[in-house]
């Protein structure tokens, strides 16, 4: 463990040797680092999480209660993991045979958010600023900004940087509510302007 950075953690996590953990980042009850994680700076580590050997997460990334987060993922700064959501790593997992050449990646990009109870089927990248709802299966790959649900997931959507769902004009332009931040839908990608 790297100890050369000020973070929290409970007296009964569990932190393995060999992760980067950064200044700030303060990580619950009961839950387990394994080795060789890249934890990033002002994150927080919710109660019962796993985070298994060579996760990678960046700055001030989100991780509620209960999650599951295996080898091959990698979250950008600013990821939002919503309680008891787990990814997978392993597309056709069987107990008796033995799999971990096999692992496949999967990117959540900068921003992304991740409802409660949702699932991430492995080798399926978030974009950034994507919205996956609470309880929806990915078993596809979602767009920057998109708005997912249901299971399997599909797209009923796209929003904001800031979280609200965003209605395009004839000019295909949209303004967030909260935030006055402007957007543009140009061949079913969005940009902000």
């Not at 394994?34 to 934890?39: E, N, Q």
């Not at 395009?168 to 967030?176: G, R, S, T």
């Amino acid at each position: 463990m790297d100890i050369t950075n000020s973070f929290f953690a409970h007296e009964t996590a569990v932190i393995d040797a060999g992760s980067t953990i950064g200044t700030g980042t303060k990580i619950w009850h009961f839950s387990h680092i394994m080795p060789d994680c890249i934890i990033g700076k002002d994150c927080n580590i919710g109660q019962n999480v796993v985070v298994s050997p060579k996760v990678k997460l960046g700055n001030n990334v989100k991780v509620q209660n209960n999650v599951s987060i295996y080898t091959g993922v990698i979250c950008e700064d600013d990821v939002f993991l919503g309680p008891s959501m787990v990814f997978t790593n392993v597309i056709n997992p069987r107990s008796a045979i033995k799999r971990q050449d096999q692992y496949l990646a999967t990117v959540v990009k900068k921003g992304a958010s991740i409802g409660a109870n949702a699932t991430i089927v492995c080798g399926n990248n978030i974009g950034e600023y994507a919205f996956i709802g609470a309880g929806a299966v990915v078993t596809k790959e979602v767009l920057p900004y998109a708005l997912v649900v249901g299971n399997p997931s599909k797209q009923i959507g796209w929003i904001s940087e800031y979280g609200h769902r965003l209605e395009f004009d004839e000019n295909n332009e949209a303004i967030c509510i909260e935030s006055k931040e402007k957007y543009k839908l140009e061949n079913n990608k969005v940009f902000k302007i």
